[in-house]
């Protein structure tokens, strides 16, 4: 017989938020390592119909099968980046109209502002030329910075498919090491947390890449209407900046003014490119996040932005993009686990319409 010990709630506030200040050093000390496995993890989970379809149907090994997805998934990621460099490659030869029309559109801006609000165009370039040099300076003390940054990003990319070959492969030997863990009794929860689990990472993932093609067939069209040059080019790469929560759509949207340069400096086009991301983002966050995104991961806002500003502080980018399927994942195993269902509901969006406090009424003298 096993007794189980109850402390108080103050004890078990303390465990909590020692294991919470636990957590997030090692996930900052070692985020490294850690975020490229995360990245393999919810690819491998992706790949999972690839590989058991290989298995049961045409009888391959696991590891051809293992192998086969793998090469499956970088073969489409290369053809995706090839396209785009090539594409680039021909908005770099219009890189002398682009720099042209840029100055013509800022000779345009400065005169608006003289005109309407009453500072010479010699303060402007004056005010210009501080924050140039400004921003010159600390570029200098960044180069470093940024070609380490550049490093580590290729040598993650070169280890994530390693990685998700290899949790592929051995995905059985790590489910039978999680069984170790736990007494028999507890195995049909874990089998039902790992089931969960599978299901909601490939349906979230699955329902980015529905979101990116829609995201960038909207942004295609637009921009095809509005005469932009390189509609196609740059609706691709508006609908994967938009994988990125908050900050990716604003990035595209810069870049995609500016290539719009490419034809003219007219203001009318820079503000119909505006307004096709501004559609675009309208239909993206009331149409398409609601039936797409949120009926996969059933988070709240407020838990969501949290943890995507908690993401972006440890891991950048890639935190940010891991921040919604890890909160998902927790969300699961909270609401099978009778001390931490609370937790649980508190990530969920079902938000009651009332509560009535079911105690009784103290009187007073």
């Known amino acids: ?19 919470l200040i636990g957590i997030t050093y090692i996930l900052c000390m070692g985020k490294s390592i850690l975020i490229p496995i995360l990245m393999a993890f919810l690819i491998a989970v992706l790949l999972l119909p690839i590989v058991h379809f290989l298995n049961s149907k045409l009888r391959f090994p696991n590891v051809l099968s293992s192998t086969i997805a793998v090469i499956i998934f970088v073969s489409l990621i290369l053809g995706i980046l090839a396209f785009i460099s090539y594409e680039i490659s021909d908005i770099a030869d219009d890189f002398a109209e682009i720099r042209k029309n840029i100055n013509l559109f800022i000779v345009d801006i400065q005169r608006y502002i003289r005109a309407n609000f009453h500072v010479s165009l010699w303060e402007q370039r004056k005010y210009i030329d501080d924050v140039t040099q400004d921003s010159f300076k600390k570029g200098k003390e960044t180069i470093g910075t940024t070609i380490l940054s550049i490093t580590d990003t290729i040598l993650d990319l070169t280890l994530i498919p390693i990685y998700t070959f290899l949790i592929l492969l051995y995905r059985n030997h790590f489910i039978l090491f999680l069984a170790k863990l736990f007494k028999k009794e507890y195995h049909v929860k874990l089998q039902e947390i790992l089931s969960h689990i599978k299901g909601s990472v490939q349906s979230y993932i699955s329902g980015l890449i529905f979101e990116m093609i829609a995201v960038s067939a909207l942004t295609c069209i637009g921009l095809y209407f509005i005469g932009v040059k390189y509609a196609i080019l740059l ?18 949207g810069v870049l995609t003014i500016l290539s719009s340069l ?33 009926t996969k991961v059933q988070i709240n806002a407020f838990v969501s932005i949290i943890g995507i500003i908690i993401g972006s502080q440890i891991g950048g980018i890639a935190g940010m993009f891991l921040a919604i399927p890890i909160l998902a994942i927790l969300k699961i195993v909270f609401d099978r686990i009778e001390s931490a269902e609370p937790w649980g509901y508190l990530m969920g969006d079902n938000l009651p319409k009332t509560f009535i406090w079911k105690s009784k009424k103290v009187k007073t003298e």
């Open 235 to 252: 609706g691709i790469i508006t609908g994967i900046l938009n994988l990125i929560p908050y900050v990716g759509i604003l990035v595209a």
């Open 262 to 294: 490419t034809g003219t400096p007219e203001l009318s086009l820079i503000l119909g490119v505006i307004i096709v991301n501004i559609v675009v983002q309208i239909i993206d966050n009331n149409i398409l996040v609601p039936l797409i995104i949120n």
């Open 1 to 19: 017989m096993y007794n189980t010990i109850k402390f108080p709630f103050y004890i078990r506030l303390a465990f909590m938020v020692i294991s």
